[in-house]
C-alpha cells in the first residue's frame, strides 16, 4: 500500500488529522491496534477551548457539538466547601464548549466513513521505519498477513504507550516527567449535574471535581491515594466523599445514583522533546501528557493537529517548508505553556501527602489571591479558555 502520509493511531488526534487533510486532498491511511467499539468505549474529559470547537468545524464535524453541546463563559473554584466563580466571558471575550471526547471521536469516525477514509483497525505490531530517509515506510500484522506502507510522513498519534515516540532514537530524545503522588477516581452517572458550570474544589480531604456531559448525564472525581483500589470504592463511599469535598449547597443539592462508569486514573506532566525526527512528526498524548486539572488533554492534542495539518498543506501546495521544518518548535512553545498552566491548578487545588503548613498557608494565599484579584482571575480564564495557537510568546 501507499499514501502521503500515514497516521499512527484512530483516537481523536489521529483522526482529526485525517479529516483535515484529506479535506485538502492530502491522501492518507490511519493504522489503530483496537476495535472501534473500543476506541469509542474510553471516558474521557468533556471540555473544548474554542480554537477546538472552530477546528472541528473546519473538519466539517462540528453539527451535533453545536446542537448537544454547551457553552459555558465561567467556572466555579472551591476552598474548604466555600465556592467562587470565574467569569471567563468578562476577562477574555470567550466561552468553552462542554462535549465529551467519546462524542467527538464519534463524530469523526462518522465523517470518515462519509468521505471513504482509510482506517485499518486491529493492527499488531505497527513499526516505523527510514524516518531519516526519503522513503519511510511502516509494517504491521492485520489478519495475520505482514503489511507495508510507503509513504512521504509519518504521523505518530498513537498515545502515550505507542510505538512512534520510542522510534525516535535515545540519544536524540529528551523527556521531561513528574508523576504525582495521587489519582483520581471518577464516577459517571445518569443524574442531573449539582451545577450549571464546572466546580473545582480544594478541601483538606483531597481535591474533587463536579462535571457532566448533558443534562441528565454527571462526572465526577475525588482525588484518592496513587495505590487507591478501586474496588475499596462502592457508590455509597463515592458520593459521601465528593459530598464532603464540595461547597455547602452543591452537597446539599448533589443527586446520586448507581455509577455506570467508575475508574481510577494517575496523574502525570510528560513532555518528550523533539517532536520531529526527519519524517516523524509526534501528535498529541504520544508527545506530552498533562494531568487532567486543566481540560488540556485533548485540546493540546488538537493544537499540534492544527500546525501540522497547516505545515502540511503549505508543503503541498506550494512546497514550502518552513511549517514542517519548525512543527517541533512550534507545538512545543504551546505544549509547555499548557504544561504550566495544568501543572499550576494541579498543584494549587490538590492535597500533597508530604504537604507542610507551610506550602498549606500557600495554597490558601493563592486561592484567596485568585478570589480577590481580577488581574489574577483574568490570567486563569486566558489559559483555561486556551491561549491562541499562533501567537509570538
Ligand atoms: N498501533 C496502532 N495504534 C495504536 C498503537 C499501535 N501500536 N498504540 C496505540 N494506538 C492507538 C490507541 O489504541 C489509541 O486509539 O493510538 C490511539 C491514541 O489515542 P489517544 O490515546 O486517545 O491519544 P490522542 O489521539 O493523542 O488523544 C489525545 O485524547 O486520549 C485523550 O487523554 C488524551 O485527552 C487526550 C487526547
Ligand atoms: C470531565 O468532564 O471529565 C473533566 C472536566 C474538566 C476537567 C477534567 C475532566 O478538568
Redesign the pocket.
Known amino acids: 500500500m501507499r499514501t502521503q502520509v500515514c497516521i499512527i493511531g484512530g483516537g481523536p488526534s489521529g483522526l482529526l488529522l485525517s479529516q483535515l487533510l484529506h479535506r485538502a486532498g492530502i491522501d492518507t491511511i490511519v493504522l489503530e491496534r483496537r476495535s472501534r467499539a473500543h476506541v469509542l468505549g474510553r471516558i474521557r474529559?468533556?471540555?473544548l477551548e474554542w480554537g477546538s470547537v472552530e477546528l472541528l468545524e473546519e473538519a466539517g464535524v462540528a453539527q451535533r457539538m453545536f446542537a448537544e453541546g454547551k457553552p459555558h463563559g465561567g467556572t466555579y473554584l472551591a476552598a474548604q466547601n466555600r465556592g467562587f466563580r470565574i467569569d471567563f466571558e468578562r476577562h477574555t471575550g470567550r466561552r468553552v464548549m462542554v462535549f465529551g471526547q467519546t462524542e467527538v471521536t464519534a463524530e469523526l469516525y462518522k465523517a470518515r466513513d462519509a468521505m471513504q477514509g482509510q482506517i485499518l483497525h486491529e493492527v499488531e505490531g505497527v513499526a516505523l521505519h527510514d524516518l531519516d530517509g526519503r522513503a519511510p515506510f511502516v509494517t504491521f500484522t492485520r489478519e495475520g498477513r505482514e503489511e507495508r506502507i510507503d509513504c512521504e510522513f509519518i504521523a505518530g498519534c498513537d498515545g502515550f504507550h505507542g510505538p512512534s515516540r520510542k522510534a525516535i532514537p535515545e540519544s536524540v530524545r529528551r523527556e521531561y516527567e513528574r508523576v504525582y503522588p495521587f489519582g483520581w477516581l471518577g464516577v459517571l452517572s445518569e443524574t442531573p449535574p449539582v451545577s450549571e458550570e464546572?466546580i473545582y474544589a480544594n478541601h483538606a480531604r483531597g481535591f474533587a471535581?463536579c462535571?457532566?456531559r448533558s443534562e441528565n448525564l454527571s462526572?465526577y472525581y475525588v482525588q484518592t491515594p496513587a495505590d487507591a483500589d478501586l474496588s475499596a470504592w462502592d457508590d455509597d463511599r463515592f458520593w459521601d466523599e465528593l459530598r464532603r469535598r464540595i461547597p455547602e449547597d452543591a452537597a446539599d443539592r448533589l443527586v446520586t445514583g448507581p455509577s455506570i462508569e467508575k475508574s481510577i486514573a494517575q496523574l502525570r506532566s510528560f513532555v518528550s522533546e523533539p517532536m520531529r525526527w526527519g519524517r516523524l512528526f509526534l501528535v498529541g498524548d504520544a508527545a506530552h501528557i498533562v494531568p487532567?486539572?486543566?481540560?488540556k488533554g485533548l485540546n493540546l492534542a488538537f493544537g499540534d493537529v492544527r500546525y501540522l495539518s497547516d505545515a502540511l498543506r503549505a508543503y503541498y501546495d506550494s512546497g514550502e517548508a518552513a511549517g514542517i521544518d519548525g512543527y517541533s518548535e512550534t507545538a512545543l512553545k504551546r505544549v509547555w505553556k499548557s504544561e504550566r498552566f495544568s501543572w499550576q491548578l494541579t498543584t494549587m487545588l490538590h492535597r500533597f501527602p508530604e504537604q507542610s503548613a507551610f506550602d498549606q498557608r500557600m495554597q490558601e494565599a493563592e486561592l484567596e489571591y485568585l478570589e480577590g484579584s481580577p488581574a489574577a482571575q483574568a490570567s486563569l480564564a486566558e489559559n483555561y479558555v486556551g491561549l491562541p495557537f499562533y501567537s509570538r510568546g
Open positions: 474529559a468533556g471540555v464546572l471535581l462535571s457532566m462526572r487532567p486539572t486543566g481540560a
